[in-house]
């Protein structure tokens, strides 16, 4: 089983839409959680972090479930540039500074 | 620019020779990261050091793999008798030190192998 897990897709969705994306991790000793986005042949630069109380920025809202070890992204209102890789992060290892990053979620928003 | 830079962006080698790749991180960060990358995969973690000290090798990181990080601030990544199964995309990134868990790590452009 991969230490964090996420639908591959692709999310086709048409600009407006609400799209959401989940996504697992195996090690129930993780310390901390992001969401990055990774542009075509670019490096992957931070979307937002992932807190347990849940945590919203503008369009786009992160939440925890520290039971379930689950975590998830849903977009809002999705622009033409929302287009991208989203790749699910995870702290673990001694002292947490381990970062593990899943496979991505590919999402296009289509005119 | 006072990111994260990497030497070269792009290097293209014969199996069997060694190469050898920089990552120059932000100058106030303590941790450094060395993932690769193939199309379409998420970064994988090779390799962690928190100042000069590497603290944690990825199963990834055979033999022919080795990373140091001298005096705490730029890191080598070598890759010996190269196969064309290494052809990737290796990142580097670097974070913040201290106690702080839930810091930001910032990737540089990466350098992308070719091995043929």
């Known amino acids: 089983r991969k230490e964090v897990e996420q639908d591959p897709g692709p999310f086709n969705v048409p600009e407006g839409a609400t799209v959401a994306f989940n996504c697992t991790y195996s090690?129930?000793?993780?310390?901390?959680f992001f969401w990055y986005r990774q542009d075509c042949r670019k490096e992957p630069k931070l979307l937002m972090s992932?807190?347990?109380s849940g945590n919203e920025d503008g369009r786009f809202t992160a939440q925890l479930n520290r039971a379930s070890q689950y975590i998830s992204l849903l977009i809002r209102d999705s622009k033409l540039s929302d287009s991208a890789t989203y790749l699910c992060?995870?702290?673990?290892?001694?002292?947490?500074?381990?970062?593990?990053f899943g496979a991505g979620t590919r999402l296009f928003v289509k005119a | 620019d006072t990111g994260v830079s990497q030497d070269p962006r792009h290097k293209i080698t014969k199996r069997g020779q060694n190469v050898t790749f920089r990552c120059d991180p932000i100058?106030?960060?303590?941790?450094l990261y060395w993932y690769r990358q193939t199309l379409g995969q998420g970064p994988e973690f090779l390799t962690y050091?928190?100042?000069?000290?590497?603290?944690?090798k990825s199963r990834l990181l055979s033999d022919r793999f080795s990373a140091e990080r001298p005096k705490g601030s730029f890191s080598t990544l070598e890759i010996q008798r190269t196969e064309q199964g290494d052809s990737a995309m290796y990142l580097c990134?670097?974070?913040?030190?201290?106690?702080?868990?839930?810091?930001?790590?910032?990737f540089g452009q990466g350098t992308r192998l070719t091995v043929v």
């Open positions: 990134a670097s974070s913040q030190g201290g106690d702080q868990r839930n810091t930001e790590a910032f």
């Open positions: 090690n129930s000793a993780s310390q901390s």
């Open positions: 992932v807190y347990s």
């Open positions: 992060v995870v702290n673990q290892g001694t002292g947490g500074f381990k970062t593990i």
């Open positions: 100058s106030e960060h303590n941790r």
């Open positions: 050091f928190q100042n000069e000290a590497q603290l944690e």
